[in-house]
């Protein structure tokens, strides 16, 4: 019988596959369809594949081992049969992955490596009726000697905790159980408790959204396997440690439509911090394996809400060619079996998840309501991480929605050989705050691009595992002030300067939220000598339908229906857009699919024009339809900004030039204050 199909499930899913409306049978016949198109193929990649054979090889022998596990035929016997053979023919030196790998002697596995134990794991244990005894041998030696060998021989030479242990312990262990190696097993099940902790403790990731669900479906991957095969050996508290993620993913999410060069079909956007995709969703697999076996609430309704918002109405959208490497994420081959546990869907707002929440990664949000006009996302306050890598110079950073379309928005990343790459990954390109020390050299406008800038370190030592346990987590240099809502009036505050090292003393960030259309950004920045402030602002026209202007102090941002006017408080000037990269989502080869081109993003600096040591600055900003932008205006009156329009009027008072207390008044009088009590900041009405 085999491990990831029991007769239960398979039963289930033949009497539900005639039942139109049944989720199965669309699964089913979305799954059937697409391993036939790869079955004309008569090969693993068909004649348009943008990938290289190992990073499309798991999602593809599982589905196909699945499919033929359900409704077995001398077609798809034939495919499986001529591509399984093929790679667990290929050498080892292959099995350790592309060229880019370290390939030194004695060899070791990589992600590639955990990929192909995946896949050829799941054909050996579904669709053995495909191959005679002598091929299922040379399965199992390949598994036993190219894949699982190598897999834990990287775990035995790296002793740090982030994403990649999770994916070379779950090759190896999905390995060891369709292996039946019960030894090997045994050995390796510390590795399930080992790498949940390179999770923060509300299930939030340090690295990214993208890598903490790459993380999770690996993790997903070993416990089906292992409480599958080996019940006796699986632990079901462990199920937790994914189910945590939940509240944090679905907090993520910003909501979903259609993205120009993808087609016509509704694809999710989310809170891409970090080397992480703007049309993230966590990979199903993930969801209906919380959704099925958490006895966690809210995260088990959460996890079956995620599910049916962002894969039930679209089965067949693509791509599925990276869909395990985490990446451009999709349901995969443990999708059906899963169905058959069915589970009560919760949503956000019935969960009682906070409009106004904060993460131990960093990532703040604030909404005006869960299914409202605007989303400020935020990365900037974490606690001590417990995994990272990664990482940007997007510390105080943020990424701002108004109806359903990102106005300020983070780079993202593409190819990690491109030369972009560490460009895209700096301060420079992200909503936050560069400085330059020296400034008197500075000619023309390009001079100050090409200037040396200081700017957030991202590059950190790894989490490093000593006696089987993981060290001390890894302080960035940012905490968090403030995360508070009461009624229309949010306020989230993270001080980040020792991320810049000296001369920076203070970062200080505030985002202020009133109602949907009002946010003030309040700024106190203090150095150990006079610096430059340049402010960055990463606008988006991915699509190449921005519209925008400056005029002394205002840049002005049109985007389909909606927009925003951003009025800088501080005394400096603007510059005219650098051209810069916003990216859809990863791609392992250059010049694909997601991967944005010049112009895609359009960076704004507003300059200072004298070095200060102090400074306290606010930005106030209003969102609105594009033709009501107009109407709003800043007027400024001593420390008082008070932003309105025809139909609204909201005013930011600073109580003081450290920004220690401030007040937010509403047009009707109502009035808000943050002060700072006992070194920690309130909001008060």
Request: aromatic share 10%; glycine share 8%; proline share 4%.
């Amino acid at each position: 019988m085999p491990i990831f199909l029991s007769d239960t499930e398979k039963a289930i899913i033949t009497s539900e596959r005639n039942n139109r409306d049944s989720l199965v049978s669309i699964f089913f016949n979305a799954l059937h369809n697409r391993v036939y198109e790869r079955v004309t193929w008569g090969d693993l990649l068909g004649p348009n594949a943008t990938t290289i054979w190992w990073h499309s090889a798991a999602e593809y022998l599982s589905d196909a081992a699945m499919c033929y596990a359900l409704e077995p035929s001398p077609h798809l016997a034939h495919w499986l049969n001529t591509v399984t053979l093929d790679i667990i023919r290929k050498p080892t030196y292959d099995w350790v992955g592309p060229e880019f790998r370290d390939h030194s002697e004695p060899l070791t596995g990589h992600l590639e490596t955990a990929h192909l134990c995946w896949g050829v794991s799941a054909v050996y244990d579904l669709a053995k009726g495909a191959f005679s005894t002598a091929e299922q041998q040379e399965i199992r030696n390949a598994l036993q000697e190219k894949g699982l060998t190598l897999c834990r021989r990287w775990l035995d030479k790296n002793q740090h905790l982030a994403n990649w242990r999770s994916i070379l312990a779950s090759g190896a262990i999905v390995a060891s159980v369709v292996l039946e190696d019960e030894a090997a097993l045994t050995a390796l099940l510390p590795e399930l408790e080992l790498c949940p902790q390179a999770l923060q403790a509300d299930g939030s990731y340090g690295e990214s959204l993208q890598y903490g669900n790459y993380l999770a479906l690996a993790l997903t991957f070993a416990h089906e396997a292992v409480s599958r095969g080996f019940p006796q050996l699986f632990d079901a508290a462990l199920t937790n440690t994914i189910s945590k993620c939940m509240s944090w993913f679905a907090t993520s999410m910003f909501y979903q439509k259609p993205l120009a060069d993808w087609g016509d079909e509704p694809r999710a956007r989310a809170a891409n911090f970090n080397d992480s995709a703007a049309i993230f969703r966590p990979s199903g697999d993930v969801l209906l394996y919380v959704a099925a076996r958490s006895r966690m609430e809210p995260e088990q309704g959460l996890a079956q809400w995620l599910f049916e918002q962002y894969y039930v109405s679209s089965p067949t959208q693509g791509p599925h060619d990276l869909a395990t490497l985490g990446m451009r994420n999709d349901w995969g081959f443990l999708t059906l079996p899963l169905l058959c546990y069915p589970a009560k869907s919760t949503s956000p707002e019935r969960a009682h998840l906070p409009l106004t929440s904060s993460f131990a990664n960093g990532n703040a949000f604030i909404r005006d309501a869960w299914d409202g006009k605007t989303v400020v996302a935020i990365n900037g306050g974490s606690q001590p991480l417990h995994g990272l890598g990664h990482l940007h110079g997007d510390l105080n950073s943020f990424i701002l929605v108004h109806q359903q379309e990102r106005l300020l928005a983070d780079p993202g990343h593409s190819c990690y050989r491109n030369l972009i790459h560490g460009l895209e990954s700096s301060s420079q390109t992200h909503s936050t705050c560069t400085f330059l020390i020296e400034k008197e050299a500075l000619g023309l406008q390009e001079d100050l691009a090409k200037a040396a800038l200081l700017e957030q370190k991202s590059v950190f030592p790894r989490r490093v595992i000593r006696n089987g346990r993981a060290g001390e987590p890894v302080i960035r240099g940012d905490q968090r002030l403030i995360c508070s809502q009461d009624d229309v009036v949010s306020v989230v505050g993270a001080e980040v300067g020792k991320a810049y090292g000296e001369p920076i003393e203070t970062f200080s960030r505030f985002w202020i939220l009133a109602g949907s259309h009002v946010l003030f950004v309040v700024d106190h920045i203090v150095a150990q000598q006079p610096v430059t402030t340049l402010w960055n602002w990463m606008v988006n026209n991915r699509d190449s339908k921005t519209h925008w202007q400056t005029a002394q102090n205002t840049l002005t941002i049109k985007r389909n229906g909606a927009g925003m006017k951003l009025f800088h408080g501080g005394k400096g000037s603007w510059s005219y857009p650098v051209y810069g990269y916003l990216h859809d989502a990863y791609h392992p080869e250059p010049n694909q699919l997601g991967e944005g081109h010049s112009g895609t993003g359009l960076l704004f600096r507003f300059t200072e024009k004298e070095r200060q040591v102090a400074r306290t600055v606010v930005h106030a900003i209003a969102l609105d339809e594009p033709d009501q932008l107009d109407q709003w205006q800043l007027q400024v009156d001593a420390n008082g900004y008070t932003l309105q329009s025809d139909a609204r009027k909201w005013t930011l008072q600073l109580q003081d030039e450290k920004a220690a207390a401030f007040s937010m008044i509403s047009g009707h009088g109502r009035k808000w204050e943050v002060v700072l009590q006992n070194g920690q900041y309130q909001l008060m009405h």
